[in-house]
């Protein structure tokens, strides 16, 4: 185990409604992040919050909302997707912003229909 | 155009035998190289990280080598396992909290 958590590991979800991807991490790290993975291309980076700030929005359409409570928490609220959006959401954390080595979680795969 | 290039997009091997996979970058300036192992159904794990100055680093029967020169990077693996079936991805680290992954290399290690 890496020490982040990931909830719920699959998800099915119709694009009408909303549901949320929770991510915990027991490593201290001050950062956290948002990858979007899809088969065969290189993963994505949504959001990066440094010390709980968003210090980073990779021009994400506004239907992905991430909250980040505390340096341990991060969330990810969808609503309204689109079949697009099925891929594998993967959170990581660092030390701090901008550290050599991040730390995954085993990811949400996500199915929109 | 991804500034990082990955070969080949997938390859079989046989257990036991060796295999090297490629990573070719054009990040500028650049700052490390890593190397991740990711399982099917798992987030990616490091292998190794290398640096600028570093061109050769070990992780059991991984061994990654770096030529910063030519903006190029390896990962050999030694004495193929079936634990070793994952998809390798090579990440550049540039300029300050820059890093761009590549899509990976699906290694398969059959019996």
């Known amino acids: 185990e890496t020490g982040v958590t990931q909830t719920p590991r699959h998800l099915v979800m119709g694009m009408t409604n909303k549901k949320s991807l929770k991510c915990e991490q027991h490593?201290?790290?001050?950062?956290m992040y948002w990858y979007k993975q899809s088969a065969k291309k290189p993963l994505e980076l949504m959001f990066v919050?440094?010390?709980?700030?968003?210090?980073e929005n990779n021009s994400v359409p506004s239907r992905f909302s991430p909250e980040c409570p505390n340096s341990s928490h991060l969330f990810l609220h969808l609503h309204t997707l689109q079949p697009e959006d099925s891929a594998l959401y993967l959170c990581?954390?660092?030390?701090?912003?901008?550290?050599?080595?991040?730390?995954f979680g085993p990811g949400t795969r996500l199915t929109v229909t | 155009k991804n500034q990082v290039e990955q070969s080949p997009q997938s390859l079989i091997i046989l257990e036991g035998k060796n295999c090297t996979l490629q990573?070719?970058?054009?990040?500028?300036?650049?700052?490390?190289l890593r190397w991740y192992k990711q399982d099917t159904g798992r987030g990616p794990v490091s292998l190794t990280i290398?640096?600028?100055?570093?061109n050769t680093k070990s992780n059991g029967r991984y061994t990654a080598t770096l030529d910063a020169d030519t903006k190029q990077s390896s990962l050999h693996i030694t004495a193929s396992q079936l634990s070793d079936s994952a998809s390798y991805i090579c990440?550049?680290?540039?300029?300050?909290?820059?890093?761009?992954f590549g899509a990976g290399t699906q290694v398969v290690v059959t019996p």
């Open positions: 990581a954390s660092s030390q701090s912003e901008g550290s050599y080595e991040q730390y």
């Open positions: 490593l201290g790290h001050n950062a």
């Open positions: 919050y440094s010390l709980e700030e968003r210090v």
């Open positions: 990573c070719n970058y054009t990040v500028s300036p650049f700052s490390n």
């Open positions: 290398m640096t600028f100055s570093e």
């Open positions: 990440v550049v680290g540039g300029s300050w909290g820059k890093f761009q």
